[in-house]
């Protein structure tokens, strides 16, 4: 709106005199004004801009914090903003501290989570398909009956973890006898990480 205003007296006001004194030397201070309103403009323009920016910033920061909630109803709130900003997909959640968040049948497909710790977190029939899961900390976590079918466990951290029901980066059901370091550490001879597989047909309700 100041923007538009400043640009708006410059139209109306500078620009018409200039036409008019022209060959007066009063010419000059219009120029000179016109050229200072224009410098003023800009200067707003960029201040305008870094506002939006720095708040968009802290929104983020704040849905991030929101996400690591006890909270069900907040953790997930917070996560359908994310995913309709672009932030669940696009690394910036990557490395957070989401301990004890409640994403219990939360819709986490395609989530970017390289790095965050979700030490305790509650994942319970979560729908992880495709989500990114490098050097994620699942220490205690609660996984049971979620999807991770083509997830990236690459690195993840895997102790006492629920897996009880869950679906596999590899689209098998998890039992006492799968070795899990066959989807976390890339140097096991049998590791698994988006080769291809059968399609398997997933049901989830958000």
Not at 158 to 164: D, F, R, V
Request: zero cysteines; proline letters at 2%; aromatic letters at 8%.
């Amino acid at each position: 709106g100041t923007v538009a205003a400043i640009f708006g007296y410059i139209q109306q006001y500078v620009a018409s005199d200039w036409l008019n004194f022209l060959d007066n030397p009063i010419a000059d201070f219009y120029a000179n004004a016109s050229s200072e309103l224009i410098s003023i403009a800009i200067t707003v323009l960029i201040i305008e801009r870094a506002s939006r920016k720095q708040s968009e910033a802290e929104r983020k920061s704040e849905l991030i914090f929101q996400l690591g909630s006890d909270e069900r109803v907040t953790a997930k709130g917070a996560l359908r903003m994310l995913r309709h900003r672009g932030w669940l997909t696009d690394g910036s959640v990557n490395g957070s501290y989401l301990r004890r968040a409640n994403l219990a049948e939360s819709d986490l497909s395609d989530a970017s989570l390289a790095g965050a710790d979700l030490w305790g977190a509650n994942l319970n029939r979560a729908f992880l398909a495709g989500s990114n899961l490098e050097r994620t900390n699942l220490r205690d976590v609660d996984l049971s009956d979620a999807s991770l079918w083509r997830a990236n466990l690459t690195g993840a951290y895997i102790s006492n973890t629920n897996l009880s029901g869950v679906t596999l980066p590899d689209g098998k059901k998890w039992n006492e006898n799968i070795d899990m370091s066959r989807f976390t550490d890339p140097q096991h001879p049998n590791f698994h990480w988006m080769r291809d597989i059968e399609p398997v047909q997933e049901n989830h309700d958000s």
